[in-house]
């Protein structure tokens, strides 16, 4: 009996309840919506809130209510997870009610709106990068306030954010097996990030990059590719000796090393068999050319004799023959 009294009374609780919220959506009564909205509100009903709230703007504006309409929807928004429009919430309030003492908190919700709608780090991070630049810009507003405390912490995680994405999108490259791509996306990483936490790890597959474009490389790059890599592993166990990196840079260097010495034979060798060649193309050149010069001798020959021969004849036919002498008797 007792349990059939407590399910009639828990209906008839819902049933005004939901009397209640249907009545405030379809009431034109300020105070009434209002009213019922504070209370889904209080009951962390963002959704039920939310949905009075917005029916409230025309209606309390110029009011003394309209500033706590805009700052609950806002919150309600940020519980609900709508963090962009909680945050646009938040910064419209801010501009619109400069007045107000909780100007800075609804300044810095913003900001933390932006800070939480910010994506894990394979996925586009232009939300990151505004969540930055509202966060510093709200110490920038607020440089001395207690809530400021803890922005340089969420700036130094969402930053970092964006270097693990950047550090990913270079070692992909990596995996890949694109050696040369790796190298100078690793590079972008330092220069876009200098202090970046990932600097060892950095070096570290940015050197085995190296290594593997050296070792893997055409022969007109290889010298050069082997020298930059060997120098690179210098710095590498350089920059963080006495560590794992150091280990593997040395080892590295090393390898290279026995590479430009073996590289070296072989351009000795090469440079030998080109010498060798040019040696013999040299050689059929000259012969070649004394074949051409014997040839092009004989043809003057022939040709002067053929000019004397024609001077001859030319001669013989301009010059008459002697006419017949003839004796008369006496």
Known sequence: MKKYISLVVLSMFLLSCKTEMDQAMKSADKDFILKVANEKFA????????????????????TDDA????????????????????ANQFKNFAISFPQDPRKEEAAYLSALCYYEGSLQYNLDQSNTESAITELQG????????ERSKNINQLIDELSYKLEFKAFEN?????????YKAASVAFENVLEDFPATKLKSKIYDISLKSKYELAINSIYDLKKERLDAAAAYAKRVSTEFPNSE?????????????NEKVKFAKLQEEVEKR????????????????EKKDLAQE?????????????????????????????????
Do not use: C, H
């Not at 009951?43 to 110029?62: I, Q, S």
């Not at 309409?69 to 309600?76: R, W």
């Not at 270079?170 to 694109?178: D, I, V």
């Not at 990196?245 to 590295?252: E, G, I, Q, V």
């Open 274 to 289: 080109k010498a060798e060649y040019e040696a013999r193309v040299k050689n059929a050149e000259a012969k070649e050319n």
């Open 298 to 330: 004989k043809n003057q020959l022939e040709m002067q004799k053929a000019a004397e021969q024609t001077r001859r004849d030319s001669a013989k036919i301009n010059s008459p023959e002697p006419q017949a002498t003839f004796k008369f008797k006496r």
């Open 170 to 178: 270079a070692k992909q490259y990596f995996k890949m097996g694109e």
């Open 67 to 86: 500033p706590n309409v805009v700052f609950n929807s806002a919150y309600a928004n940020y519980y609900d997870k709508n963090y962009r429009l909680a």
């Open 245 to 257: 990196y150091s280990k593997t840079a040395d080892d590295l260097y090393t390898k290279l090393e």
């Open 43 to 62: 009951k962390k009903k963002w959704a039920d809130a939310l949905a009075l709230y917005d029916r409230l703007p025309n209606l309390v504006a110029g």
């Open 138 to 145: 709200f110490i920038n507003d607020y440089p001395d306030s």
